[in-house]
């Protein structure tokens, strides 16, 4: 059974840094483009980053580039994303992705960003 299981999401101030990590299962991870999307209410889903099958490759939003990482461990079938700098308007649910010949979600984490 396909699972996307996010974690590491929480409430952090102005300026603070936080990791999510997406723990994949079910599925040949290594064969999949992984993406992190992040959605507000009221707002349409963001891409936010992608990484190539082989981490050979990342892409970024305008909004967080030189902010956010993110990588990739296929031994750990594991996606994270290291956030920087956070600001109040990166606050969202964020969603992590597994593309290929289809897309499997999770069921997204809160980042709270706020003092």
């Known amino acids: 059974q396909v699972q996307l299981v996010e974690s590491g999401g929480g409430l952090v101030q102005p300026g603070g840094s936080l990791r999510l990590s997406c723990a994949a299962s079910?599925?040949?991870?290594?064969?999949?483009?992984m993406k992190w999307y992040r959605q507000t209410p009221g707002k349409e889903r963001e891409l936010v980053a992608s990484?190539?099958?082989?981490?050979?490759?990342?892409n970024y939003a305008d909004s967080v580039k030189g902010r956010f990482i993110i990588s990739r461990d296929n031994a750990k079938n594991t996606v994270y994303l290291q956030m920087n700098s956070l600001k109040p308007e990166d606050t969202a649910v964020y969603y992590c992705?597994?593309?290929?010949?289809?897309?499997?979600w999770g069921q997204g984490t809160q980042v709270t960003v706020s003092s």
């Open positions: 079910g599925f040949t991870f290594s064969m999949y483009v």
């Open positions: 992705s597994a593309s290929y010949l289809r897309a499997y």
């Open positions: 990484i190539t099958s082989t981490g050979g490759n990342t």
